[in-house]
């Protein structure tokens, strides 16, 4: 390293664990000896290349990955690609929904988007349901210099889940009470508060998922 680099290079070995590939919980039989494996071209052709980078990163590296052929395909909790992705797409979710009851000028574009809610009365934001997710959000840009200064990009992952979980229950709340919707019909203000909240999300699991290459979807069905 120091001849190729003139001394100014350094050589920084990460040990790694290896990858246990399941399906349905029993695992996918392979054999060095007779040649009978599984290439991970065929792993990304069978689930996706979204599921296969964001699982690859849901672990330590020292940590053993059981890749779950048959749980990365499911749309659940359980499955944390979806889960995450979900949230972003269930925050363009709530946007829509709101163009339509409230604000039918509140623009599609992401940009303008931000311009128009830059100045919503964020103070309206008061239960603690809603402070811990704003607090969330807060810690991002923290998370990611932490991430990249140790060489540990499953932070990003594990955050961007726990991110997504905190605001789906959120929104779970809402239904059960009726007070913490995002969209509030008789109080514009609240509402534009809240929807400055979901930008906040938005743009973080966009953010966050595009680092890991993973798309992040404005619908899903």
Known sequence: MKATT?????????????????????????????????????????????????????????????????????????????????????????????????FPDLPDDTAKRIAWLGESAVERLSDPVELDLLKRLAIYPRMLEAAAAAHEPHRIAFYLYDLASEFHALWTKGRDLPYLRFIINNDADLTKARLAMVQGVVSVLASGLAILGVHAPDEMR
Do not use: C, W
């Open 6 to 102: 003139s001394g100014k290079g350094a050589l920084d070995v990460k040990i790694v664990q290896l990858v246990k590939l399941l399906r349905n919980g029993e695992p996918v039989k392979m054999s060095k000896r007779s040649g009978d494996f599984v290439t991970l071209r065929e792993v990304v052709d069978e689930v996706g290349q979204d599921a296969v980078r964001f699982m690859m990163l849901y672990r330590k590296n020292d940590a053993v990955l059981d890749f779950d052929l048959a749980k990365v395909m499911e749309q659940s909790r359980d499955n944390p690609v979806f889960y995450v992705q979900y949230g972003h797409a269930r925050g363009h979710s709530i946007f829509r929904n709101a163009r339509a009851e409230v």
